[in-house]
């Protein structure tokens, strides 16, 4: 077992591997190709989502690969056309029949929508699903702390992950601070910056250099070493395999500190502020 495919346990006492598959923006035969490849080449842990449009993709890789079902952590979101309590149990049930599967392991909320003010009823959805077998382990994606607190408030029940933008640019000092305080994962999404990745900054490639190893390889380190879960995708076999390779050595507090201060006052990749932005 690798640091990257080593268990970490969730405040549900159920794990999830260290690393996940991140599938945003692949479709048809791509997405059944690179999600075959990613479990293949031992990814367990497969992010998907209904806005993302391939639960049936990767519900089609999962069977090609001939990996057991047991061995693999699938999670999916529900949009926020979605939101309010029935519609969030059908949407779940409506998932669940795409991805072929009798219970979606990690079920998040995929953006608070905070206009709608009904991300708590999908919420308290979300617990009935869990209590009703159907999803595993409820969490969020996007919260801030304020709709962090809204649903604990709510239910007493803490979401188990928040997923959320973190890379370089992006490091979100304040919601790691948050989400571990309340003992809940941050997990990263486009954890090396996407487009705007900073393979080509010189502290990242310093620290590649020193270690022997590729800038994604330094910046998926940095994001373990920060506590974070990362979903890196690529369609690349060889990136794939890289991307779960991050054994044989370990940032300095120089260098960490280094990549954490390549923040921006604003690094997103978009307009993506959960308390404005609205995705349905």
Do not use: C
């Amino acid at each position: 077992m690798t640091l990257a495919t080593s268990p970490r346990e969730l405040n549900d006492g159920t794990t999830i591997p260290a690393v996940g598959f991140g599938t945003a923006g692949l479709r048809g035969d791509d997405a059944v190709e690179a999600v075959t490849a990613a479990l293949e080449n031992g990814y367990r842990l497969i992010d998907t989502a209904v806005n993302y449009g391939n639960e049936t993709e990767v519900s089609e890789a999962i069977r090609r690969s001939g990996v057991p079902r047991e061995e693999i952590v699938v999670t999916s979101k529900i949009p926020g056309r979605h939101h309010a309590y029935d519609d969030a149990i059908a949407s779940t049930r409506e998932s669940l029949e795409r991805l072929g599967l009798e219970r979606i392991d990690v079920h998040l909320i995929h953006w608070p929508n905070p206009s709608q003010q009904k991300f708590h009823e999908t919420w308290r959805a979300l617990v009935q699903l869990r209590d009703d077998g159907l999803v595993r382990s409820p969490g969020v994606s996007n919260f801030t702390q304020a709709h962090l607190a809204r649903v604990i408030d709510d239910t007493g029940v803490r979401p188990v992950i928040n997923q959320i933008e973190l890379h370089p640019y992006f490091p979100q000092e304040e919601m790691r601070r948050v989400d571990a305080d309340l003992a809940i994962v941050t997990e990263s999404w486009s954890p090396m910056g996407k487009r705007q990745a900073p393979f080509a900054e010189p502290v990242v490639k310093a620290a590649a250099e020193a270690h022997g190893v590729t800038p994604g390889q330094v910046v998926l380190r940095w994001q373990l070493q920060l506590g974070n879960l990362p979903i890196p995708l690529s369609r690349n076999p060889e990136r794939q395999r890289e991307n779960l390779d991050l054994d044989g050595f370990e940032l300095t507090a120089d260098e960490m500190a280094a990549i954490t201060g390549l923040a921006r006052p604003d690094g997103r990749l978009f307009g993506g502020n959960p308390d404005t932005h609205e995705e349905m």
